[in-house]
């Protein structure tokens, strides 16, 4: 019987967070925030009925890969395209400032009257890679909220996007030069090469399958879930190449998938499918894993301190950083809050990262637990700070205001003859 748990687990899951999805929905919260308190709540960190197990790794996988895919497919890419300096100098500063901000804490409270270290590198290794950390930024939780408010298509939410996956990237450098340093089989210049490939390949990849695929899709207009199908395929396939092949994140390829497919006649048809599947799946479960991810180790006075700066200095450095790169690259003010609130989330990316520094001696133990820290509260934070920064009255250029509503006329046109088509 113990073999069918899964389902038990499943049920319990898809149950609890939509119950308090729905119950932050009524306090004005993004539900989101439910779905995360879901897995906290039934997590080793609070009751203890669930724990992780490699089928709900799995499971939560795909659900982020499908989360970004989606993402991706709901990406203005003229935008985008215009964003792409913006999205990389404020990507830039989201790493520097944050990388400076955790070296800091970490000087500070990393010595032995304070908090003493069992990690095996040198202290000052062990403070860059605390710093490193606080680079991380996911994503993931900023993408669901933005859907949820209806603001994933705005500037902001297009250079949010653009700028977290470029911080993605900056963060692998970085976290690779620092295990270099602990670790000599790792060597900087291959990942750099293979980071650049893979954004080659994705180019070549990309005009191939997008010719292919928009020639095949508008020659055959019966049996359109094969067109879904075939998109899902690709999406797998680039969020596989990119992780185990150029070593960049899963989430990375299914965003750039995401990005061919929107130029499609069919991208609208395809969104549908996959925005059913993620809401009654694969999402609860992915938000409800970060939560089951979660273990507080023992804390003392110090280490309590130390998790209060840390988490402070996490948000802080993140909104000034990013704010201040969206500044430079001339966003409003407004716009440039709602771009540095976007970037706080550490989620799961963060505890990837942690776990890969342990396992290299560059986290001492006593160290885990304010990451830990720092993870539930800017995982739990983001969606709430989003909903107020967005929810606040901002000049938006009339423009703006046409391009959205043309926008949205078209994808209701094409949802109509899409349903149509699916009829036939």
Same mark, same amino acid.
């Given at each position: ?67 970004? #895919? ?19 100098? &404020? ?8 990388? %400076? ?30 710093? &490193? ?75 191939? #399958? ?18 879904? =199908?075939?998109? #899902?395929? #690709? ?41 059913? &599947? ?36 996490? %948000?802080?450095?993140?909104? =000034? ?30 505890? %990837? ?27 739990? &934070? ?5 909903? %107020? ?36």
């Amino acid at each position: 019987m113990e073999g069918y748990s899964y389902l038990l687990d499943l049920a319990i899951i898809l149950l609890s967070t939509k119950v308090l999805g729905l119950a932050t929905r009524k306090v004005q919260m993004p539900q989101v925030v439910g779905a995360l308190l879901a897995g906290l709540l039934l997590g080793p960190a609070a009751l203890g009925w669930i724990t992780e197990t490699n089928f709900i790794h799995e499971v939560a996988e795909i659900g982020v890969i499908v989360l970004m #895919f989606c993402a991706g497919m709901e990406t203005d890419i003229k935008e985008l395209k215009e964003s792409g300096k913006a999205s990389f100098i &404020i990507a830039l500063f989201g790493v520097v400032v944050p990388l %400076i901000g955790g070296f800091a804490a970490a000087w500070f409270f990393n010595r032995p009257d304070l908090i003493a270290s069992d990690a095996s590198c040198s202290i000052f290794l062990q403070n860059i890679f605390i710093g &490193i950390i606080l680079t991380a930024t996911s994503v993931s939780i900023t993408v669901e909220t933005l859907k949820e408010l209806g603001k994933l298509k705005t500037r902001s939410g297009n250079a949010i996007l653009g700028a977290a996956i470029i911080d993605d990237i900056l963060g692998i450098i970085a976290l690779t030069i620092v295990t270099s340093m602990a670790d000599s089989s790792v060597n900087v210049t291959v990942v750099l090469l293979k980071i650049l490939g893979f954004f080659v390949f994705s180019g070549i990849i990309g005009v191939i #399958f997008y010719k292919v695929y928009k020639r095949w899709t508008e020659s055959s207009e019966k049996g359109l879930q094969r067109h879904a =199908i075939i998109a #899902f395929v #690709f999406c797998l396939l680039m969020a596989y190449i990119a992780e185990v092949v150029f070593g960049v994140a899963d989430i990375t390829g299914a965003f750039i998938a995401g990005l061919i497919i929107s130029n499609t006649n069919k991208s609208m048809f395809v969104r549908i499918k996959f925005d059913t &599947i993620s809401y009654m799946l694969l999402s609860p479960v992915f938000f409800a894993s970060i939560g089951l991810k979660v273990v507080l180790p023992e804390m003392t006075p110090a280490i309590i301190w130390f998790s209060v700066v840390l988490v402070i200095v996490a %948000i802080v450095t993140k909104v =000034i950083g990013c704010g201040i790169g969206a500044k430079v690259c001339g966003y409003q003010n407004y716009q440039a809050k709602r771009i540095g609130v976007g970037m706080i989330s550490r989620g799961e990316v963060a505890l %990837i990262v942690a776990s890969k520094g342990t396992s290299l001696g560059l986290l001492g133990g006593n160290f885990l637990g304010p990451v830990v820290i720092v993870v539930i509260f800017t995982t739990i &934070i983001t969606p709430v700070l989003l909903k %107020i920064v967005f929810k606040k009255a901002s000049p938006i250029p009339v423009s703006e205001t046409i391009t959205e509503s043309e926008s949205l006329a078209k994808e209701l046109e094409q949802v109509m003859k899409s349903r149509g088509e699916e009829r036939k």
